[in-house]
Each structure stands twice: as C-alpha cells, then as structure tokens.
C-alpha cells in the first residue's frame, strides 16, 4: 500500500493509502473528539464530532474525518474556528438529552458549549451506536438493537438474549458515554431475568 504525506494542523504527517484523517491524525498524536468511533468497528459517522476541515486542490470542506479517506497533499486544520462552532453546537445538542454524562461536560469545557443552552430533553442514550454495533460485530451476538425511529429511536436488550449473553460479557459498559446502557441492562435484568442479579436460581416460571 503507498504512502503519502498531508499536513494536519500544520504537522507533517505521513499516512497509508486507505486509512482516514482520524487515523492519520491519532498516528500522528494529534487528537480528534469521536463518540461514535472505535477502531475495532466500522466506520459509522454518526455523531460528526470528528469533523475537521480538509482544503484539498484549492477547494475547502467540512467532512466527518472518521471517514474521509486520506489525500496526498491534504491539509487539515482540526481547530479551525469553524470546526471548533460545530463541535460546541454538537455538544450543547447533545447535553439536551444527557446533561449528566461526563464525556460530553468533559468536551464540553473544551469546546466552550453551554449545556443549558437548549431545553432539557433527557434521553440519557445519545444514540452513538457503539453497543449496539459492538455486540453485533465484534462479539457477533447482537443482544442489543435500536427500535424505533424519530424522536422515540432507542436501544434494547432482547431479554431471552441477554439472560443467555451478558451476564459475563458486559464488554460494552465502557463504551457508552452516558452511562445509559448500563441503567438499560439493569432494568431488562431486573425485569426479565432477576435471578442472575440476586443470584439465585430460577423459579420454574420465571424460565
Ligand atoms: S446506550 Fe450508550 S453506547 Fe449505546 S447507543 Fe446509547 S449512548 Fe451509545
Ligand atoms: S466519530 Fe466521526 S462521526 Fe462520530
């Protein structure tokens, strides 16, 4: 596979052919906010945290950069003013609906956002999918999904599942950056299969 080399706040920057502006820029230790990223995954672009600046042949864009492949001769500024306006406006968004998470009041400081800026819409789940894509591709079990769609889309257990799966798995928990999916699995457990949390075994009718 080539090589090619882009610039990215500045900093050479010497990259595969096939990899993408985050991956290049994290070879290089410069970071880049995600929330819907994990390199064991594929590429989801959900969230646009990621987004960057890219000037390439004397043209500029805006691109998530978790997924925008790398270019010879790229330049990336990953702290433009603009970059840095969406990212704030993207966390002041998603406060709504998880005001207590501590990634997001983490970036939060960073980018400047207000996380009383929109009114309260707590949701808790800021569907980054990282659960549920991690249950399906990397454990290949798919315990959990979203349903739903709009304003109402959000993540479940499917109980006879994650009585069967997650009781020594729990491989997600420290994916979710809201705490969310943890609060979802007790409350699947606690109602559809209580005995693994009091450990004690199952009655006849609850199997
Ligand atoms: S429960 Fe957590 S990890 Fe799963 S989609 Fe929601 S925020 Fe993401
Ligand atoms: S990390 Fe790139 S879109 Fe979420």
Same mark, same amino acid.
């Given at each position: 596979?080539?090589?090619?080399?882009?610039?990215?706040?500045? #900093?050479?920057?010497?990259?595969?052919?096939?990899?993408?502006?985050?991956? +290049?820029?994290?070879?290089?230790?410069?970071?880049?906010?995600?929330?819907? /990223? /994990?390199?064991?995954? *594929?590429? !989801? =672009?959900?969230?646009?945290?990621?987004?960057?600046?890219?000037?390439?042949?004397?043209?500029?864009?805006?691109?998530?950069?978790?997924l !925008?492949?790398v270019?010879?001769?790229?330049?990336?500024?990953?702290?433009?003013?603009?970059?840095? #306006?969406?990212?704030?406006?993207?966390?002041?968004?998603?406060?709504? /609906?998880?005001?207590?998470?501590?990634?997001?009041?983490?970036?939060? @400081?960073?980018? =400047?956002?207000?996380?009383?800026?929109?009114?309260?819409?707590?949701?808790?789940?800021?569907?980054? =999918?990282?659960?549920?894509?991690?249950?399906?591709?990397?454990? @290949?079990?798919?315990?959990?999904?979203?349903?739903?769609?709009? =304003?109402?889309?959000?993540?479940?257990?499917?109980? *006879?599942?994650?009585? @069967? *799966?997650?009781?020594?798995?729990?491989?997600?928990?420290?994916?979710?950056p809201?705490? !969310?999916?943890? +609060?979802?699995? /007790?409350?699947?457990? +606690?109602?559809?299969?209580?005995?693994?949390?009091?450990?004690?075994?199952?009655?006849?009718? *609850?199997?």
């Amino acid at each position: 596979m080539s090589e090619m080399l882009l610039r990215i706040d500045g #900093k050479e920057v010497t990259a595969r052919e096939g990899m993408t502006v985050l991956e +290049a820029a994290r070879s290089a230790d410069i970071f880049i906010p995600t929330l819907c /990223h /994990h390199e064991k995954l *594929e590429p !989801y =672009g959900g969230c646009r945290l990621c987004t960057v600046e890219v000037e390439s042949r004397g043209r500029t864009n805006l691109v998530a950069s978790c997924l !925008y492949p790398v270019e010879r001769d790229l330049v990336v500024r990953t702290r433009s003013a603009v970059v840095d #306006k969406i990212r704030k406006l993207i966390l002041e968004l998603l406060l709504a /609906h998880a005001p207590d998470s501590t990634e997001l009041k983490e970036l939060a @400081k960073t980018y =400047g956002a207000n996380k009383d800026r929109f009114e309260k819409e707590p949701q808790f789940c800021i569907l980054c =999918g990282l659960c549920v894509r991690y249950c399906a591709e990397v454990k @290949k079990k798919n315990v959990i999904g979203f349903v739903d769609n709009g =304003g109402k889309r959000e993540i479940s257990f499917i109980p *006879e599942l994650a009585a @069967k *799966e997650c009781w020594d798995c729990k491989e997600c928990y420290p994916l979710c950056p809201t705490s !969310y999916l943890q +609060a979802a699995y /007790h409350l699947t457990e +606690a109602i559809a299969f209580p005995w693994l949390s009091t450990k004690r075994l199952p009655t006849r009718e *609850e199997t």
